[in-house]
């Protein structure tokens, strides 16, 4: 069943929402040469503290962490350590969430660490980023769960293809509904996939979270032997993206964008919702 929410719920998801957009700021900022990605974590600790809001990473399935951190080959899961030093040249991606009077925000960025990145990495990073825009900008009522499955592939199906050959849009991880939890039903593929059908219409209280992650080569991944850490099978290095997003009867709201998802929205041509906190 897809929890749809009232306006007033929404209007408390973006007030998660918001923590989580600091928690991006705060480690985007962090985020240096010779930085753990366990001080990533302790700074998302200090700002969910600041905001009196708590974490939904930790502890959930057992997941020791605030934060998920995950580097270079890492596409998703990757647990903050004292041992993973960050250096000139990695990208990281960072997911993060927050939980406000019981309801949920969830995003995630891949940041850029020091300089001399090669440019199929930025290419790599914007067409991930890009692609979750033109999944969010069809959040449209009457379209169907597909159609945004169908605006992620296709948007990167249609760039330029990397010196690596090609992008590998992963399979095994996607995005979710996202309310008084932070994975609920739907599961969102970043791909269409026949067999699924078009899923449920989407309508004016409907809460997603989406998330394309794309490597430079494999769509395949692996577990780690620490039960989270999720890496691409051939080490090619990934992107993940990831804003929470409510549909109204205004259009779409970026629960977890500073702006509410306004600027980006309208390079797609589609007016952001009012945000209800002002």
């Known amino acids: 069943m897809v929890q749809i929410k009232t306006p007033e719920q929404i209007a408390k998801m973006r007030a998660a929402g918001l923590v989580v957009a600091a928690i991006h700021r705060a480690t985007r900022e962090a985020a240096v040469p010779g930085a753990t990605t366990k001080d990533l974590d302790d700074v998302a600790r200090k700002v969910l503290a600041e905001h009196g809001a708590k974490s939904n990473f930790l502890g ?19 647990i903050p350590s004292d041992d993973v030093v960050l250096e000139d040249g990695d990208i990281i991606s960072i997911d993060a969430g927050a939980i406000v009077d019981g309801w949920h925000g969830d995003a995630a960025f891949t940041a850029f660490v020091g300089g001399g990145h090669a440019p199929e990495l930025v290419e790599l990073s914007r067409v991930t980023e890009e692609s979750m825009w033109a999944g969010i900008a069809a959040m449209k009522q009457g379209n169907r769960l597909v159609d945004v499955s169908r605006a992620i592939e296709t948007y990167i199906r249609r760039q330029p293809r990397p010196a690596s050959g090609k992008y590998g849009i992963i399979e095994d991880y996607g995005g979710h509904g996202i309310g008084t939890e932070m994975h ?19 309508v004016p209280g409907f809460c997603l979270a989406i998330e394309p992650m794309v490597s430079l080569g494999t769509p395949k991944t692996e577990v780690l032997s620490d039960d989270w850490t999720v890496i691409t099978t051939d080490g090619t290095w990934s992107s993940h993206w990831e804003h929470s997003v409510a549909l109204t009867e205004q259009g779409p709201l970026v629960l977890t964008a500073p702006d509410g998802g306004k600027a980006k929205l309208a390079e797609y041509g589609v007016v952001a919702a009012p945000d209800p906190l002002g």
Do not use: W
Request: a positive charge; one cysteine or more; aromatic letters at 8%.
């Open 60 to 78: 959930y399935g057992g997941f020791p962490a605030t934060i998920c951190t995950s580097k270079n080959e890492v596409v998703v899961h990757g």
């Open 184 to 202: 609920m039903d739907p599961h969102l593929l970043n791909y269409v996939e026949r067999r699924r059908g078009r899923g449920p219409k989407l």
